[in-house]
């Protein structure tokens, strides 16, 4: 059973520094894998997706990696800034006919001014 | 941002209700998918849709049905509402044909209270 984990639960930073998030798949074979942001009642709003065949992708200061064989992604922001302050999830999608998404319980972020 | 419209968005009833949410997608995605968000669960699936009147279970669908009569319109039902069905419910959509990427949207969420 897939099963998706992100450390830490919760980070708090300084303006302008980078930072990495993690997230830990348990099984290499996926679809994809996704990384979200949420705002406190909020939806979700996708922010990367990585196809299984990618090791990265880029989208202004955020850049998240793909390495299957060791089940692990990162997210990396760069010069944080106060506007980043959300929670982060990682989801991975299982190559089943059913395109589900498995979750990570997320990383909240505070970046402090 | 993907036209996912979900109603109520807020929403407070009673043990023993039935109670019905909405997903309106104008985005002809064939994927449609119910979640539930909760502290320390965090997001999971309890039914999802793979086509017009075509849906299947997810890992909490126990206490909820679901139905897709149309491409746009995914109804989540709670046939008699219980308290540990509060929380807020996430509906999402993402499609892989053509020029999709399989990439997954998120509605705005729909809070639920049970009394």
């Known amino acids: 059973k897939q099963e998706v984990t992100q450390i830490p639960a919760a980070l708090s930073v300084p303006e302008g520094e980078n930072l990495v998030l993690n997230c830990s798949f348990t099984?290499?074979?996926?679809?994809?894998l996704q990384w979200f942001r949420q705002d406190p009642g909020k939806g979700l709003t996708s922010l990367l997706l990585?196809?299984?065949?990618?090791r990265e992708q880029t989208s202004g200061r955020l850049n998240a990696s793909l390495d299957k064989s060791s089940g692990r992604s990162t997210l990396y922001i760069a010069a944080s800034q106060p506007g980043d302050s959300a929670t982060y999830l990682c989801a991975v999608k299982t190559p089943d006919s059913s395109y589900k998404l498995i979750f990570g319980s997320g990383t909240r972020l505070l970046v402090r001014p | 941002d993907a036209g996912i419209t979900q109603s109520p968005r807020h929403k407070v009833t009673e043990t023993g209700t039935p109670v019905t949410l909405r997903c309106h997608q104008t985005e002809n995605h064939r994927y449609m998918y119910w979640y539930r968000q909760d502290p320390g669960h965090g997001l999971r699936l309890i039914h999802y849709s793979y086509g017009v009147k075509d849906t299947d279970k997810g890992e909490v669908s126990d206490g909820y049905s679901v139905s897709r009569s149309k491409t746009e319109d995914f109804l989540l039902t709670l046939e008699s509402a219980t308290s540990s069905q509060t929380s807020v419910y996430f509906c999402a959509i993402s499609d892989s044909t053509g020029t999709l990427t399989g990439e997954l949207f998120f509605g705005e969420g729909s809070r639920l209270t049970v009394l």
């Open positions: 099984d290499s074979a996926i679809y994809n």
């Open positions: 990585i196809q299984s065949s990618q």
